[in-house]
């Protein structure tokens, strides 16, 4: 009964649950303001909630990670508590408005 029923429970093993947390982290980017060169963004229901260096600051375990060495984040400053709006600029640019990535 034990094999059968580790049998039966083996395939949900591999399985993985869809990202619920609905965080955003984008790790690696150059900040302009405030100056930090290998950054971490957590953006957690439209609002910057952690910034600061990678050596600082965590990532969220289930957050949806976007990579960013290599770019810079331009146009607004990050601050704490405040609507995440932002441009991601790098061989290609992504905008963010209230924590949502736009076309």
């Not at 591999?14 to 290998?38: E, F, H, Q, R």
């Not at 290599?70 to 600029?89: D, H, Q, R, S, Y």
């Amino acid at each position: 009964m034990k094999k059968l029923l580790f049998i039966l429970l083996l395939p949900l093993a591999s399985c993985t649950m869809p990202d619920a947390s609905g965080v955003k982290v984008i790790v690696g980017a150059k900040l302009l303001s405030p100056p930090i060169d290998y950054s971490v963004i957590v953006i957690e229901n439209g609002k910057f909630t952690a910034v600061g260096p990678q050596s600082q600051v965590p990532v969220p375990k289930g957050s949806a990670i976007t990579k960013g060495l290599g770019m810079t984040v331009e146009g607004v400053a990050i601050e704490v508590g405040k609507p995440a709006n932002l441009v991601l600029k790098g061989e290609t640019v992504r905008r963010m408005r209230n924590g949502e990535w736009v076309p």
